[in-house]
C-alpha cells in the first residue's frame, strides 16, 4: 500500500463527471452512490467538472449536468470545481515527474504500435531516445501494485506488464485523465474515491503517480456499472437515454432500487431532497457490495 488512508472523520468525496454529454441513469447512479457513501460518513461531497478534453465535450453539457444534480437534490458542498483551471498544477507535476527523470518524450504513433503488436503495453521503445517534444510518458517498472478496493477484490498490477510506460500529456499537449485525476483529487484532499467499476484498472496508474509525486492515496470504492444484456456498460456511447429532470423522483427512486434500497416503502410524493435524506439512513456500503451487477432494462424504465 502506498500513502495514506482515509479515516470515516474526515472524509471528503467527489462526483467527477467529464462534460461529454448530459447525464443518463448510470451517471447519475455514480453520483448517487458517491453523494450517499459521503453524506453517511458525515463528510463532504464536491463535484468537479472533468473539462480537460475540450474535443469530446459538448457544448452546454456541464451546465446541463449541474442543473440535472441539483434537480435531483443531488446538493455539493463548496463551489464547482473545473479541472480546466488546474492547468498550472498539472504541469508543475508534469516538470517534476521530468526533472526527476521519471517521465520522457515519445514520438511512437499508435497506428505503428498498433501495427507492430504493442496495444495493449508500451515496450518503452523511446525512453532513451532523448527526444524533446512528442507525447509524455511516464516510466513504470516491474514491482506489483496492489490497490485495496472497500468493494471489490484487491487489485495486483504489474504495471511494467500492462499498460506499460503510460501517457501522461498526449501529443496534442492535452493531459491525460490518469494524471490530472491524481493531482485534482489530491489538490481538494479527496480521502474516498467512489466510482465505477469500468475506471477500477486505471487504479494502480493513479497509485504509481501518487507514489512518484509523493500525494496521498485515497481510500477506494468502485461499484458496479449498469450493463445491458451483453454486459456492456450504460453510456452515452451506447445510447443512454439522457435523464428528463422533470423525473426526477422517478431516476432516483430507479438507482436507489439497484442499490437495494426499499423504494417501495418510499411515499410517491416525497421530493428528491427527502428521498435522499430517507436514503442515506437506508443506505449501508454492505447493499452495494453484495450486487454483483446492475442490469438496465431496455428502456431505462425506473425500477421497483
Ligand atoms: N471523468 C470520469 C468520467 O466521467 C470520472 C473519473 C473518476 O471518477 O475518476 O468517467
Redesign the pocket.
Known sequence: MIGTIATARDYVG?????P?GRLHLG?LL?AVVSFLDARCHGGRWLVRI?DIDPPREVAGAAHDILTSLSAHGLIWDGEVQFQRHSLDQHEAAIRQLIDGGHAYYCQCSRKRLIADGHQHCYPGLCRDAGHTEGALRVRVDNMPIQIQDRWQAPLNQVLSESPGDFIIRRRDNLIA?QLA?VID?ATSGITD?V??VD?YD?TPRQAWLQQLLGLPQPRYAHFPVIVDELGVKLSKQTGAAELENANALGNLRAVLAMIGLPTAELPRSALPEQVLKWAVTQYHDQLLKSRANFISGANHAPIG
Open positions: 467527489r462526483f467527477a463527471p467529464s461529454t451517471s455514480g472533468e485523465y485525476v483529487d474515491v466510482r465505477g475506471i486505471s
